[in-house]
């Protein structure tokens, strides 16, 4: 196993996705428009870098909601006028980023399935479960960065993390190792930030600029190809305890939500 390009180019990526994480998180307008264009690039697309239902499901599932938080963010921070303003800044409509991160985390949990990876796939319909509801753990801030916040807590932050890297390592062995970078990154950052919520909009972004840069211009086979790293029974056991630390985690979210200790706990703020 040749892992020496890895320790090179591993360090590199992450640190260039936790650059995407800050610069889009502060440049809320220049990213609703960035990601709008993004769309330009489609003929790059079609040269084979997106093949299977799985992949295009999954690039547009990303790529379109990120360019629709780019819009919410500039209505709400900027009190834009109008009926599609309007329309992006209700609290209702928060329900569309919530079932867009349902969404993605069930088709990876089909995916799942038809892989064998049964104990993983039961970990992400426990995640399903256990995100947060809109609108009232979800918002877009009125502050410099109009933040799309949702008030996850650190634990599901790092079991999310954790199934879905099991997922990838199952589903594509060969683009484990660069998927771990933007898994970390997204997972890293709020944690410096001391700020939980932040972890969806972390997750977002990098997700987006990988996939785009993979259907663009995919050098990860020749860069960071990890296909021997996979083992089948590592790929069990790691789903295996993926189930085993979420299965506690949903019987505390469900106290939480039953004794009214969610806005507390979720969002971090004093009891009373």
Not at 249 to 271: I, T
Request: hydrophobic letters at 55%; aromatic letters at 20%.
């Amino acid at each position: 196993m040749v892992i020496w390009p890895h320790v090179i180019s591993m360090p590199i990526y992450f640190a260039l996705l936790l650059g995407v994480i800050v610069f889009f998180r502060k440049h809320y307008k220049l990213s609703a428009y960035f990601w709008l264009a993004s769309l330009l690039t489609f003929p790059l697309w079609l040269m084979g870098n997106v093949d299977g239902w799985f992949r295009w499901v999954k690039i547009l599932s990303v790529i379109i909601p990120t360019i629709i938080v780019g819009f919410s963010r500039i209505a709400v921070h900027e009190d834009k006028k109008g009926p599609i303003w309007d329309f992006l800044k209700k609290d209702d409509f928060l329900w569309f980023f919530y079932a867009i991160l349902f969404l993605n985390i069930a088709e990876a949990t089909i995916k799942d399935i038809t892989l064998g990876n049964y104990s993983n796939a039961a970990c992400g319909f426990l995640l399903c479960v256990t995100i947060p509801f809109a609108p009232k753990y979800w918002k877009i801030l009125k502050n410099s960065s109009a933040d799309l916040v949702a008030y996850t807590t650190g634990s599901w932050n790092f079991i999310y993390t954790s199934w879905n890297a099991c997922f990838v390592y199952a589903e594509s062995p060969m683009y484990f190792a660069s998927s771990l970078c933007i898994l970390l990154a997204a997972e890293l950052y709020p944690v410096m930030k001391k700020r939980p919520e932040l972890y969806i909009t972390a997750r977002i972004y990098t997700l987006a600029a990988h996939l785009l840069l993979r259907a663009c211009f995919d050098i990860f086979p020749k860069v960071m190809d990890s296909t021997s790293w996979f083992n089948p029974q590592v790929m069990s056991v790691w789903g295996i305890i993926n189930f085993v630390i979420i299965v506690p985690y949903v019987f505390w979210h469900m106290w939480q939500l039953h004794n009214n200790k969610a806005q507390y706990s979720f969002k971090r703020l004093k009891s009373a």
